[in-house]
């Protein structure tokens, strides 16, 4: 295992992860614990105390005393939402990065964070710990978890030989611990026959195992602890956002080396702002309990309802996914949850509006809600169906949502309300990040009563702005656990040319070091006609094979930007340049001197490149520039008003955040009727944004401030007043509404736009793909058992694939390539990897083809979608941007002989064994849409590319 220079290593690992500061600066202090303690199993324990302790123990920001185990332990205290799991990736890069270890042993509190943790080490998930990390880009760790580790997995490694790749266990604690039910010991450390001892001797027995422990205030007590101590490891990491034990009489850590509490996300803007609203001029102590309650619910709504708004309007100013806000009541007991649920459904509240949007969620006999009940709360973050959550006491540890944006807490103390079973289900981000809208950024809790001792409560010594105690939240999402192989797929160029250095014929060998063949128990699929299994290439020799892997990893990709097309690869100038560029990159390396003529490396050069432009499928890099400024003015259309839901708004809310002490109000902007018309509310606030031109859009400007009176009118049967009294309140917040729905239908002119061609061609880049077990790689035309679970498989023998493997996300995918297998005109396709296309869509997000394809005539990028899925919003959108591109393409290089590039949807229906890449084409070309082609001039001779 090849090592890196520490200081090196924490630098890359920083900038690759692009971790937030205090993920940086726990990395930098690992670091220098690794520096002072050199863990290793002949670690003196005390000694490393003493050292580190030295060095932490009187810090602002940690409080070192002991490692409080038997071997170094240390603790990183950092705030919900700062990113604890991508902090682990951080530490595991770090440790396997230098040499230090390569097994490592992830422990999980509960089942909910185990699975979270599970999907975020998975290479395909949008969360990957390790993404950028170049150390795991051809070679991710191996994943052992409960369900595969009695396969052998971790024990056989990840190659051959059991030397290379890291291999990380991922356990829930209920998995290692050494008190079972009935007096048994658990699975894993029951005896496997394999290894002649249990998993958990072999891990314990490690010399490298270093051990991270998630939530970790959650394994101090007797049963965790002493799993904890069997294991054995040579380091302990610890991450938590709460360094003290659980229970009655709980104790602070001892060990913690880094502490970055709440405050410190608040200031850096990591999490939402907790702040407190209350009318004004309110006394609380006016009205009894009951009435108290009815208030604070009815204010609660109010503001929810602004909330939504401001999320609907930020959403469509940003062209961002909308997030459905609900409102949290907390209640005393069931009883009392009982009555509030009817109240708010009943027609006493806003004329029973809200009956059927209401979910009442809490506790049985345990005080902790069931899976069930917890999963119908994360429910709540997708389904946008639900205003008002009602629950009762504490909601079980490991659930957020972030979508909580007003807290209604009804007869709770100021003490409860400033806790983690109040706050801390709010604070996580929407976005990720802070948005610079001060509504979306805040967590707001309506407490009429408690509004002044709040106040003072957030300034104490324990209080929000200086400590709070905080509960562990988790993402949750429903993703199921894995037991992945990883099986590698370089360019089948590539592949020949590894065959030809290694001497031997081609066989799957995946990440747990099996190997196939012939003989072995597990049948094994030989590839197709494109891999020859006789000598792929004439040349054979050392030097040989060492200028073409130069040729093939370095000079080919430098000519992409060089050459016009993949075709001029054959031109025996070009050709002759890439063979004196192959020699000019040779050195002397391990005893190795070169010993080629000038024309055998043109001789290499030219089989190299002949194989490489028969078995590449040719994508051009494209770089598009506007040339002018556009102008704009707005179409007349139809609001949409179906997310307002404004109340009338007799008295001011106060709204004021803990942190900073900053107040702002909710109410009606003029105490008295000043408006000639109602629209003339409205109006007022559009005319406010610098992009409308009162004299040039005073006509839709009415039209729309029309439309939003008459639905605000029509809510309220007709009523004047109520109708006055909404649109005075809250006109403002409609306008902002309105004014993103406008720039949305906007016209614009004409604009001209340079194509250029950036690369002719991209390098294929190897891909790598998880399946359940080499049991899971098949022939493509064989289905799988159960046609679900095709995303388990991984599929070879092609013959015009440009790679041996591939992998599927339906099975009408599968046949699809059937279809392309069989098609006379098809030259070559292949499923992208990442990044493999530059496209984005109208929001940014970039977008992967399913298919891209060609024949003798054109090139394809082909989309296959379930019926259903033709119109969605988002699929079509990548279309839009798909067939725009091809567009693009088309113009940019059809002057240099290159084939079209047409972009096809295809119904999952529509394929089938018996129809043809020609007729597929007919029935589903998508052209690409006129609005957005009108704002691209291709004028000459602005259009050009690598020469």
């Not at 998993?199 to 939530?215: A, H, P, Q, R």
């Not at 988790?474 to 160029?493: F, M, N, Q, R």
């Not at 063949?517 to 040989?544: H, L």
């Amino acid at each position: 295992m090849q090592t890196t220079d520490p200081k090196r290593a924490v630098f890359q690992i920083i900038q690759r992860l692009s971790l937030r500061k205090p993920q940086a600066e726990a990395l930098r202090r690992l670091d220098d614990i690794v520096d002072l303690v050199g863990p290793d199993k002949a670690t003196d324990v005390e000694m490393a105390r003493v050292a580190v302790r030295e060095a932490y123990g009187n810090l602002a920001d940690a409080d070192f005393e002991d490692f409080e185990r038997d071997f170094p332990s240390v603790c990183f205290a950092l705030a919900t939402g700062v990113g604890k799991t991508r902090l682990m990736g951080a530490f595991i890069s770090y440790l396997y990065m230098i040499g230090k270890s390569r097994n490592f042993f992830v422990l999980a509190p509960n089942l909910t964070i185990y699975e979270k943790l599970l999907s975020d080490f998975q290479p395909s998930s949008p969360k990957y710990v390790f993404r950028g990390i170049e150390a795991f880009a051809h070679n991710a760790p191996l994943i052992v978890n409960a369900e595969n580790y009695e396969e052998g997995r971790g024990v056989r490694g990840t190659d051959l030989f059991g030397q290379e790749g890291a291999i990380i266990n991922i356990f829930n604690v209920s998995k290692i611990n050494s008190e079972a039910r009935g007096g048994n010991a658990p699975r894993i450390k029951r005896l496997q026959e394999y290894i002649g001892e249990s998993y958990f001797s072999y891990l314990s027995g490690l010399d490298d195992l270093v051990l991270l422990m998630d939530e970790a205030h959650r394994y101090r007590g007797s049963a965790g602890a002493k799993a904890i101590a069997e294991l054995k490891p040579i380091l302990g990491l610890e991450v938590t956002a709460t360094p003290k034990s659980v229970g009655s009489k709980s104790q602070d850590f001892k060990n913690v080396v880094y502490r970055y509490d709440l405050p410190d996300a608040m200031e850096d803007g990591y999490v939402k702002e907790p702040a407190v609203g209350t009318r004004t001029n309110f006394n609380a102590k006016s009205v009894d309990e009951a009435m108290l309650e009815q208030i604070k619910l009815e204010d609660g709504i109010h503001y929810h309802e602004h909330v939504r708004v401001k999320l609907e309007t930020y959403a469509r100013q940003n062209d961002v996914k909308v997030v459905h806000p609900f409102m949290l009541v907390v209640t005393q007991d069931t009883t009392h949850a009982r009555r509030v649920n009817e109240f708010v459904q009943s027609d006493e509240f806003f004329g029973g509006r809200y009956r059927g949007r209401v979910a009442e969620i809490h506790s049985k006999l345990t005080g902790e809600e069931s899976d069930e009940n917890a999963q119908r709360l994360l429910n709540i973050e997708k389904a946008g169906d639900t205003d008002i959550v009602i629950h009762v006491n504490k909601l079980k540890e490991g659930w957020d949502v972030s979508n909580l944006f007003t807290i209604v807490p009804l007869r709770a103390s100021a003490s409860d309300i400033l806790t983690e079973q109040t706050l801390g289900r709010g604070l996580r981000l929407p976005y990720g990040k802070r948005t610079g809208v001060e509504v979306v950024d805040t967590l707001t809790v309506i407490a009429h009563e408690r509004f002044s001792e709040l106040i003072e409560k957030a300034k104490e010594e324990n209080g929000v702005i200086r400590k709070l105690k905080q509960v562990t939240i988790g993402d949750g999402g429903d993703v199921p656990s894995s037991k992945p192989v990883s099986v590698s797929a370089p360019s089948l160029v590539d592949q020949m040319l590894a065959q030809a250095e290694a001497k031997t014929e081609p066989t799957v060998v995946v990440a747990d070091g099996e190997t196939g063949s012939e003989d072995a128990a597990q049948p094994v699929i030989k590839p197709g006609g494109m891999v020859p299994t006789q000598a792929p290439f004439s040349f054979s020799t050392p030097e040989e094979l060492k200028v073409a892997r130069t040729v093939l990893n370095v000079v080919i990709p430098q000519f992409s930007t060089k050459v016009s097309s993949i075709g001029d690869l054959n031109d025996p100038k070009v050709i002759e340049l890439i063979a004196d560029a192959a020699i000019a990159a040779q050195k002397p390396e391990e005893g190795f001197i070169p010993s080629i003529t000038r024309e055998q490396a043109v001789a290499v050069a030219q089989e190299l490149c002949k194989h490489y432009v028969e078995r590449t499928l040719a994508i051009p890099a494209l770089t598009i520039t506007p040339q002018q400024q556009v102008s704009f003015g707005f179409r007349r259309f139809d609001l949409d008003m179906k997310s307002w839901n404004f109340q009338p708004l007799s008295r001011e809310l106060m709204i004021q955040v803990l942190r900073t002490e900053k107040s702002s109000r909710i109410s009606g902007e003029d105490e008295g009727d000043t408006a000639n018309r109602l629209e003339d509310h409205v109006v007022a606030k559009l005319i406010d944004y610098s992009e409308i031109d009162y004299d040039a859009h005073a006509a839709i400007l009415y039209d729309l401030a029309g439309q939003a009176v008459i639905h605000t009118r029509n809510r309220f049967d007709g009523d004047e007043e109520q109708t006055r009294s909404v649109l005075r309140g809250h006109a403002k917040a409609m306008a902002e509404s309105i004014f993103s729905q406008m720039k949305q239908n906007m016209w614009r002119e004409q604009t001209n736009y340079r194509v250029s061609l950036a690369s002719a061609f991209a390098e294929l880049r190897p891909q790598t793909f998880d399946t359940a077990g080499t049991g899971f790689i098949r022939d493509f035309k064989t289905p799988p058992d159960q046609k679900q679970e095709i995303r388990k498989y991984v599929f070879t023998g092609f013959s015009k694939g440009c790679y041996q493997y591939a992998k599927f996300d339906s099975d009408p995918e599968r046949k699809l390539t059937i279809v392309l297998e069989k098609d006379t005109s098809v030259r070559l396709w292949m499923k992208p990897g990442p990044n493999q296309f530059k496209i984005y869509d109208n929001h940014g997000a970039p977008y992967q083809p399913d298919f891209v394809v060609e024949t003798v005539a054109a090139k394809l990028i082909i989309e296959v979608k379930r019926q259903s899925e033709m119109k969605d919003p988002e699929v079509l959108r990548k279309a839009d941007a798909a067939s725009l591109w091809c567009h693009v393409a088309t113009q940019a290089s059809a002057k240099h002989g290159e084939k079209p590039w047409y972009y096809l949807l295809v119904p999952e229906s529509d394929v089938q064994e018996n129809f043809t890449v020609s007729g597929l084409e007919a029935t589903h070309t998508r052209a690409p849409d006129a609005d957005l082609l009108s704002r691209y001039v291709f004028e000459e001779p602005l259009l050009g590319g690598p020469h």
